[in-house]
């Protein structure tokens, strides 16, 4: 870890705040286009992605501040983001297909998170629910016909995408280590530019559906 520094580690809390201005923006929205489990997953799904990314952020930071190298919060990342974007998915495949997800889901997930030490399951469902995500907003932005939120949202995968490829790739220099933050900004980024568009042309009012109201339960 000699590639981090006090000000890359402080860097690493953008994409965090990022992430979570869209996922706040997202709740807010899609509040009353869900029955109660489908948001129940959102909203576990997405707290559970934030928390992975502030615990990667506090590491890096402590080992840079030279207080200590808690590797347990590293360790943590890929066990809660992988089921976390997975999560996050469900709700989206919910909202959609109108069937109520119970919390059952949720809590086997962040029970999951201690049982494996390979981080290789939560990489693959990182993909599958970052894949799954990002082609259910895609889908609601060619529904309200916001091409620019659409195309960000593919932006923001392919960026994702290059983040897993640096993973695989990284070599612990202090170069490597920008990169990969410029990367994750740029995803988040566009993330968040998306949501905003979609918030700001009206998705809390938006129908998507002709029969969503019937279905929430809220």
């Keep these: 870890m000699n590639g981090i520094t006090v000000t890359m580690a402080l860097v690493d809390f953008i994409p965090v705040l990022l992430f979570f201005a869209a996922a706040v923006l997202l709740q807010r929205d899609l509040y009353d286009k869900m029955v109660k489990g489908a948001y129940a997953l959102l909203a576990t799904g997405s707290t559970m992605v934030l928390i992975s990314g502030i615990f990667k952020a506090l590491w890096k930071i402590l080992y840079a501040l030279g207080i200590c190298d808690y590797q347990a919060l590293d360790a943590a990342f890929f066990p809660m983001q992988g089921p976390g974007f997975l999560l996050v998915f469900l709700s989206l495949v919910g909202m ?45 932005s060619l529904k309200m016909k916001k091409k620019l939120a659409a195309v960000l949202y593919v932006v923001s995968f392919v960026f994702m995408l290059g983040m897993g490829y640096l993973s695989a790739t990284f070599d612990d220099t202090s170069s490597m280590h920008w990169m990969a933050q410029c990367v994750n900004i740029v995803s988040q980024g566009a993330l968040l530019w998306g949501t905003v568009i979609l918030h700001r ?18």
């Excluded at 029969?211 to 339960?217: C, G, L, P, R, Y």
């Design 96 to 140: 959609f297909s109108k069937y109520n997800r119970n919390k059952k889901a949720a809590m086997l997930s962040v029970a999951a998170v201690p049982v494996y030490t390979s981080t290789m399951p939560f990489v693959i469902l990182q993909i599958i629910g970052c894949a799954g995500s990002q082609w259910m907003l895609f889908a609601v």
């Design 201 to 218: 042309a009206g998705l809390a009012q938006a129908h998507l559906f002709s029969d969503v109201k019937n279905q929430t339960v809220h």
